[in-house]
């Protein structure tokens, strides 16, 4: 008979791994669930969807299910997983066997916050909760803002705002935007332009929790200012959903544990995406790298991995990238790797700026504003890890990561 692979979370790992088991495996039947009611989406797609109107729910072809034979059910939550008996459990109480099971749920929004659970008080992690707050604006109910955070989605969240008419003030408890992925310089420039879109950013300014009674209606500071706004919103971080995973036995720390082919501690139980811990491609640190390329990546090597074939030649998973892109700020800046290193370059590239970190002579991070046409082979080269040593010039040259002059690169 036939295996049972139930994939539970419809965001990119899931739909990556769906698509690439049926590559080689066209008779398992399928079984996809979604907590959210739609067909499956894209994540970073839902800014350019609520400022354009782009039609989000076909980041895949809409009969994609049909095409792939998966049995899709969207509104299906799962409560708890057995791996025992190789069965999990919905929300209506109905129980699903499976053969092999994919743990794809993504992450939700992370903030430590007192108040944060009041009405009133918003996210964007899904686009449940962004249609809830974009319904807010359209409606005409919400003129003014206060977003905690100035992380990356907090800066998407704060730039579609501004676009659609809302005065947005942004506190952010350190000392620069987006302190995880930019470095000091690239993070100065963002600010401005943020500042320029017409984004109030407070930076060293600590929320201290969400106010009202019964319904939020300020943020309230640790110098104890109160900022009151029609829309409050919580950009504070991101958490792997592994709630419904408690008493199953599966191993998890901040996210789910796996090995090198992304199998779970229970067996016949793989995860990939914004749920699991995996270790870092370069420093080999073992955290929840939550951006879409490693989603993507991860889906696929669970999608080569799942059923009987992953029972033979299991392919191993190379280790997480860290990457990230503003797009919405009106010159588009991207950051990847580390943002040090024993030696950096910068120069001023075609109207914007290259920052490139070193150590030991190899490629270890990058930081791009304004064109980023070098983004591809600097990838290839952080992700190589070979000495640059005779290089190390041309990396920024205007022209670096086109044509000949990237051959030259990645073949010395
Ligand atoms: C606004 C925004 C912008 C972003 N922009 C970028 C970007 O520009 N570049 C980038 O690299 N990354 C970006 N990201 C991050 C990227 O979206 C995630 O890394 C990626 O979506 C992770 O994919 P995933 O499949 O692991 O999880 P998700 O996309 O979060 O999907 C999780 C799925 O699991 C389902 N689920 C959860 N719990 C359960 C349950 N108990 N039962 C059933 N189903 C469940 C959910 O309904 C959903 O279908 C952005 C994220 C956001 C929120």
């Known amino acids: 008979m036939a295996d049972t692979i139930v994939i539970i979370g419809a965001g990119p790992a899931g739909v990556v791994a769906v698509e690439t088991l049926r590559e080689h495996d066209r008779q398992s039947r399928v079984v996809m669930l979604s907590a959210e009611p739609f067909p499956p989406y894209s994540p970073p797609a839902m800014v350019d969807h609520f400022i354009t109107g782009s039609n989000l729910h076909f980041w895949r072809a809409p009969n994609w299910a049909e095409q792939l034979q998966v049995d899709y059910r969207p509104g299906a939550q799962v409560t708890s997983v057995n791996p025992t008996s190789h069965q999990l459990r919905l929300a209506d109480d109905s129980l699903l066997a499976y053969d092999y099971l994919v743990i794809a749920t993504g992450s939700r929004l992370y903030a430590p916050l007192p108040g944060v659970d009041l009405p009133g008080v918003y996210n964007f992690k899904s686009l449940s909760a962004a249609q809830a707050l974009i319904g807010k604006v359209k409606r005409g109910e919400a003129r003014t803002a206060v977003i905690v955070g100035a992380g990356f989605i907090g800066m998407e969240i704060a730039l579609l705002l501004r676009e659609l008419g ?117 420093t080999g640190e073992v955290f929840v790298h939550a951006i879409l390329p490693n989603a993507i990546e991860q889906g696929r090597v669970v999608g080569l991995n799942l059923g009987k074939r992953g029972l033979g030649c299991p392919t191993s998973y190379e280790g997480a990238e860290r990457m990230n892109s503003l797009k919405h700020l009106g010159l588009p800046i991207l950051a990847a790797g580390l943002k040090q290193g024993d030696e950096m370059l ?41 000495t640059l040593r005779r290089l190390k010039d041309r990396l920024l040259e205007p022209n670096f990561g086109q044509g000949a002059l990237v051959w030259s690169a990645l073949c010395f």
């Open 166 to 282: 809302v005065q947005v003030i942004q506190v952010e408890m350190l000392d620069q935007v987006m302190p995880a992925m930019l470095d000091p310089f690239t993070a100065t420039f963002a600010l401005q332009l943020m500042r320029q879109r017409g984004v109030e950013v407070r930076l060293n300014t600590k929320a201290k929790c969400f106010v009202g009674e019964g319904q939020a209606i300020g943020v309230e500071l640790e110098t104890g200012e109160i900022l009151y706004a029609d829309l409050l919103i919580a950009a504070t971080g991101v958490r792997p959903n592994i709630d419904f995973l408690e008493g199953s036995g599966i191993a998890c720390r901040w996210g789910i544990s796996v090995d090198h082919y992304l199998r779970t501690s229970a067996p016949d139980v793989y995860a990939a995406g914004d749920v699991v811990e995996t270790p870092d491609r370069l």
């Open 346 to 386: 910068r120069a001023r590239v075609n109207g914007g700026w290259r920052t490139l970190y070193l150590q030991d002579d190899r490629l270890v991070g990058f930081q791009l504003i304004g064109g980023l046409r070098a983004a591809g082979a600097l990838r290839t080269l952080l992700n190589r890890q070979e």
